[in-house]
């Protein structure tokens, strides 16, 4: 065999191997680790380096895209060298995700060129008026118009509580003010524009707004700067109405008891000022400096957040009070803001597929889109459109609250100390873990509280590949006997992999039957073992299985084929970094190529920003509501067939996962020839 | 002396007289008495009588105009026989006032030919919905809308209290539902229209509405068909504030006292409440069935009814919060009737010019006349415009409450028990009262409370007259020395006159100064005597000088002549039933043809009660308020000379009031030749 020279950038150090070397033993060998979760199966692509010259050849680029390999990416565990070749090792932090956390500021980019005096409904001007004389007795409002009137102010609307403390604002103000105006909404497009606050003196830059998203799970906003249109920070935090039932047919049911709509409105809005709050005081502004709000959310949450009775929804031909709800204000609605500020919910479209749908598909674009194009928010239900700039078709399956780590007995929200992405070692089955937290922290130093939502996909999915659980779920008996195995995998990010030595079952008869030990006790903030149970995985499935019946149905309906579809927009409570190699292995996604797919994070959230910045995005999302057509899956006899077929891993019909097959076979040990060549 | 024969009609009793004899003289020797309350000296026009036929010489016609007298009629006290004569002597009935009390349902006519479809921006539609099927899943609201459209219904706003309601309302209605809806209003004239209120079944034949006038004294309300524009019913009562002061000033100093704003507030509103309640007991409604209302008042009451704080309006220089106020909600500013009918306060012009102003000129057609008009609106202030269909000027003057029969001992609203007319026999001092009752009440059974404003200004007229009070307001000693005096005078209307025989001095020394006896303790229903007292005469003398004053200053200030007003109207307090005479003589009206003046009652509410009907009418109401142009009084130097002036009855110039200055001579005795003769 023949030698060749191997150096590694940035460190410059080179070493002689023989053809056919793995780039991670020649590694090993030059005393430079890569972390391999994955324990060198090609899955979990953290291995990933980029050959910078040289010959080298790619037994599986599963976790790279076309564009990563053109770009010189190659898996450091399934690549050997066949000549001199320079390997550059990317530095870690590079490929961490940028972490998240409900403490860490972030700011989110302004979605289009904003300018406030053109595109905003809510400005602040500030003016100095004429003080009254003799002569000139006009009454304060006229006043106070006559100096609007040249910034394009006329007959201005003033709410009767702000009527009654006019005179003496303006006086004790000496006449200079600055007037928060809401120039026109939707609803009333000529105005009258309408004034929400006078406020002494200039204070025309301190104009902000908050975009809401009420998830059935969770509640998220955006702080939002007005004038400049930046989204400054944005937090969120479990919906409280969780305690009172955890899917939304839990909560029309509990809202039909006596006093039960009162309750759930309050509680909703009580996360809602939490979350506020939060924002508020991070960025150091009073809640009632917030002018406006949008708010966007399915139905039935936005039934409960406006007082609505939501008992028609339930109920079969399943009816909403109102799909696009008019503006009103913060006071009326009791959302602790400004209280005139004005709340403009969202438009949805039926009981199933309402404004967080809309937002939706005005924040990621769908609506304007050439490409056919599916479109899937996953959150407690799944919702998923289908379509492009022309058409759009939309439905609704009712996923549960699994992926948003609710109804999951370790499961937890994506915040820190959440665990949100797992790797199992294919031949120990001991897992690696990544925490959610700060990347500037001392590795092992962030202990895991639970798993979120993409952690218990990935689980899922590391589970089925590495065969501790089979295609229905189940935990394949005797699948991990090998215990006490190889050494430790390196740490990623926080909590670093179990260390060697001998170790108790991972799998285990717990107290709700079997379950998989994701950490031990001695591991965890909260000193007990985080574990996946089969209930879990079972609720996990009936999620997973509904969405993928969901889009099969959809496509159906309008006889689309899944594979026509150019683009998979993936939005919802599993953020921007779900493993789409996992969603797919499990059967929640379509099996199609990875480049198709883009991960939105929460675009309800996103288009109540878009909505609250711009008329012009305002009149889009409602545009989207009227052209949107819902198709009522409960009316169509295939659905519970097509949801019974894909209760399995990733489905019973596998034809449809090609590229699961091959990793599923190579998850369970069954190597490849070149694997056997090496050997 | 040549002899004639008289016949009296409908009796056709006929009499021989002589030339030269009175028609009284021969009607009681006819054994035909007449009602001659004063005394027989042609001042009170109770004994006119029609000349059929033959040949009379009238010796005064001063209480005739013109056309009175090509009509035949003539006084009977007045009149010699000169030749044969017919004389029709009228029923009583028929010159008897139409009295009106709070109890007597009194339907105001239709002011203009009103189209509900056309003019009225209230209004009901009974509809029948599509039920929701699954094939038919929109939304409630989407429903309502579908069903209202083709009645020119289109982006409904609901308000959130009625949209939580929406569903079940449709539900138990069977989708059958009349809807209250708002078109428009006048600061949104193209709508959104907006749902007042959803009834189960066809409700639209009781649409209600309520006009009303807010007065420092006084609250006044229609209630209004709205469906027929029908005013079925009117009620009023004193202003509950008045206990806190008895004029505006007062009531805006109380105001910002602690608490005193939410008070005063309180209190105007429990009157209208009270006004209210009793018209819909009386019409068999309940209040929230009433879903629009219409406000006029000054500037003080509405900024009080609002809530707003009035400080500005009594300070130099003088300015209100705001003169037209926006529409707001009845549950807004705390009317109690339904929660969300609009609340429309007509619009002033000027602290002291407020909404009862534009509301007289749009009631009374000042803003639409040819002729030079001067109106005026008596209540606790005077108000003043003067002008055209081409231009209106306005000043105000502080009158005080004595018109309203406030801030005097013995004064009383306009209603059942209140002495609202009075005649001072000139030889006896003795007076004739006209009691506010039932004309069908026997004579003498109701007894007077008190004295009404109009009564108020006709006793002082009398005492002036009758030289019982002298220029300067002050009692003449020994004016009424003759006690005892010659025998009744016939009763007229309820209580009669004073019997005869020997009496007590009706001047005499009170407690509170001079005083002049109307009614004695056992003659009235408080049994207690009814006085006019030197500080009431004080008080009437203030506000007929401040009203004079105005008048002069706001002619002066355009560079016209009283003389060359055509056209006087009088509205305010006063009813439509003030003696013009008698206005005239203490100094309160300028001195000019009878038949130019006219009496119009409640102006305010009139236009109120249009503008409550109509858009067209409330645009021209807020035109008027556009057009007309403020004089500030107390910017004026000339105004407190002119008050001076006027502080004599009826004014330092007599010049200024000849035709007073001739009664007065005959009132105090000085009989002319004619008299002298008939002896």
Chains 1, 2 share one sequence.
């Not at 980019?109 to 001007?125: I, K, L």
Request: charged share 20%.
């Amino acid at each position: 065999m023949a030698t060749h020279t191997l150096t590694f950038r940035p460190t410059n150090k080179t070493l002689a191997v023989q053809t056919g070397t793995l780039i991670t033993e020649a590694m090993h060998e030059a005393g430079l680790d890569l972390v391999q979760p994955c324990g060198g199966q090609g899955r979990c692509g953290r291995c990933a380096v980029i050959v910078e010259s040289g010959s080298v050849r790619r037994r599986s680029a599963i976790r790279l895209t076309a564009a990563d390999v053109d770009a010189g990416y190659a898996l450091a565990c399934q690549t050997v060298v066949e000549d001199d070749a320079t390997i550059l090792i990317p530095e870690q932090e590079k490929i961490e995700r940028r972490l998240i956390t409900d403490k860490s500021v972030r700011a989110v980019g302004v979605p289009f060129p904003y300018d406030c005096a053109r595109d905003q409904t809510v400005q602040a001007f500030s003016v100095a008026l004429d003080e009254p004389t003799l002569d000139d007795a006009a009454d304060d409002l006229s006043r106070l118009e006559r100096a609007l009137a040249p910034r394009g102010i006329r007959n201005l609307d003033v709410p009767l509580p702000l009527m009654r403390e006019l005179g003496e604002r303006l006086r004790q103000a000496n006449w200079h003010v600055t007037a928060i105006v809401e120039a026109d909404d939707w609803c009333s497009p000529d105005g009258p524009p309408r004034l929400i606050e006078l406020l002494p003196g200039d204070q025309s830059g301190a104009v902000w707004g908050a975009a809401i998203d009420i998830g059935t799970t969770t509640v998220s906003a955006y702080l939002v700067n007005l004038v400049t249109g930046e989204a400054v920070d944005s937090a969120a935090e479990y919906n409280a109405q969780i305690t009172r039932g955890e899917d939304v047919i839990s909560r029309i049911i509990y809202a039909s008891k006596d006093g039960g709509l009162g309750e759930l409105g309050r509680l909703v809005r009580s996360t809602i000022t939490e979350v506020l709050t939060r924002l508020a005081q991070r960025n150091h502004i009073e809640l009632n400096q917030i002018f406006k709000a949008t708010v966007a959310g399915n139905s039935t949450m936005l039934h409960l957040f406006l007082g609505l009775p939501p008992g028609s929804i339930r109920l079969t031909p399943y009816i909403t009070t109102v799909n696009h709800p008019r503006p009103a204000l913060a006071s009326e609605v009791g959302l602790d803001i400004h209280p005139l500020a004005p709340v403009d919910c969202l438009p949805g479209i039926a009981s199933y597929v309402g404004a967080d749908i809309t937002a939706g598909a005005l924040a990621s674009g769908l609506s304007e889109a050439d490409a056919l194009t599916l479109f899937i928010d996953v959150g407690t239900n799944g919702e998923i459109v289908l379509g492009n700039k022309d058409w759009l078709v939309a439905c609704a399956c009712s996923a549960g609250p699994a992926f948003e780590g609710a109804g999951v007995v370790c499961g937890m929200r994506a915040t820190r100390g959440a665990i949100e992405e797992v790797w199992i070692n294919g031949t120990t089955c001991e897992p690696t873990i990544r925490v959610i937290g700060d990347v500037q922290s001392p590795k092992g130093d962030l202990r895991p509280r639970g798993i979120c939502g993409s952690g218990l996909l990935a689980l899922l999915a590391e589970l089925f590949i590495t065969g501790v659980v089979d295609k229905g779920g189940n935990f394949v008996a005797g699948a991990v006997g090998a215990v006490g195995a190889v050494g430790a995998v390196g740490a990623v990010g926080a909590v670093g992999a179990v260390g060697a030595g001998l170790r108790p079952a991972r799998v285990r008869e717990g107290d709700h039957g079997m379950e998989y030990v994701v950490a031990w006790a001695n591991e965890t903030a909260t000193g007990r073992d985080i574990v996946l149970t089969k209930v879990d995985i079972d609720n996990l499935m009936r999620a997973k299985a509904a969405i993928y019946a969901g889009f099969s149905v959809l496509a159906h309906s309008v006889g689309v084929d899944l594979v026509d579809v150019q683009r998979l927009l993936v939005a919802g409570a599993f953020g921007k970094y779900i493993n789409v190699e996992k969603a797919v292995q499990i059967g929640l996604l379509p099996d199609m190529p990875w480049e198709r797919i883009s991960f939105l994070g929460n675009t309800s959230v996103m288009g109540a920003y878009m909505a609250l910045l711009s008329r012009d995005a305002r009149r889009q999302v409602k545009a989207i509501a009227e052209k949107m057509t819902y198709i009522e899956l409960s009316a169509d006899n295939t659905f519970y067939e097509a949801f019974t077929s894909a209760l399995f891993l990733p489905h019973t019909d596998a034809s449809r996962f090609p590229t699961v097959a091959a990793v599923w076979g190579n998850g369970r040990g069954e190597h490849d020839s070149d694997q056997a060549a090496r050997t």
